[in-house]
C-alpha cells in the first residue's frame, strides 16, 4: 500500500547520475554500517569480509572494496566506461563510509 501512495509524493523526473552514485552509496553504507554493528549482514560477500575482519584484522569496507573492484574490472568488459565509473563512485561511497566506521571495539549494538 505504501509503496502505491510513494509514486504520488515523489517524483523522479531527472537525477543527475553524479548524485545517484554518490547518495546511493552512502545511503547503503550506512545500511550496510547497521546492520555490521548489529552483527547481521546481507549474505555473500559480507559474510567474508565480517568474517576476516574478526579473524585477520582486515577491514570490512576494504575487503569488500577490493571485491567489488575486481567486479567492476569484470564489467569493464561488458559495460560503457562512464556506468563502470558511476558504479566505482557508488562502490568507493559504500565502501569508505563502512571501513572509516566499523572497527574493532566501536559501538556494537548486542549484549
Given at each position: 500500500?505504501?509503496?502505491?501512495?510513494?509514486?504520488?509524493?515523489?517524483?523522479?523526473?531527472?537525477?543527475?547520475?553524479?548524485?545517484?552514485?554518490?547518495?546511493?552509496g552512502a545511503l547503503m553504507g550506512i545500511g550496510m554500517l547497521m546492520l555490521f554493528r548489529h552483527?547481521?549482514?546481507?549474505?555473500?560477500?559480507?559474510?567474508?569480509?565480517?568474517?576476516?575482519?574478526?579473524?585477520?584484522?582486515?577491514?570490512?569496507?576494504?575487503?569488500?572494496?577490493?571485491?567489488?573492484?575486481?567486479?567492476?574490472?569484470?564489467?569493464?568488459?561488458?559495460?560503457?566506461?562512464?556506468?563502470?565509473?558511476?558504479?566505482?563512485?557508488?562502490?568507493?561511497?559504500?565502501?569508505?563510509?563502512?571501513?572509516?566506521?566499523?572497527?574493532?571495539?566501536?559501538?556494537?549494538?548486542?549484549?
Amino acid at each position: 500500500m505504501f509503496s502505491e501512495l510513494t509514486q504520488g509524493w515523489v517524483q523522479f523526473a531527472s537525477v543527475p547520475s553524479i548524485y545517484a552514485a554518490l547518495m546511493g552509496g552512502a545511503l547503503m553504507g550506512i545500511g550496510m554500517l547497521m546492520l555490521f554493528r548489529h552483527r547481521t549482514s546481507l549474505g555473500g560477500i559480507n559474510i567474508l569480509a565480517l568474517y576476516l575482519q574478526d579473524k585477520h584484522g582486515l577491514r570490512a569496507g576494504y575487503v569488500q572494496l577490493a571485491i567489488d573492484g575486481v567486479i567492476l574490472l569484470i564489467a569493464l568488459t561488458q559495460l560503457p566506461l562512464d556506468r563502470v565509473g558511476y558504479s566505482v563512485l557508488g562502490a568507493l561511497t559504500l565502501n569508505l563510509i563502512i571501513a572509516l566506521n566499523h572497527k574493532p571495539g566501536r559501538y556494537i549494538g548486542v549484549s
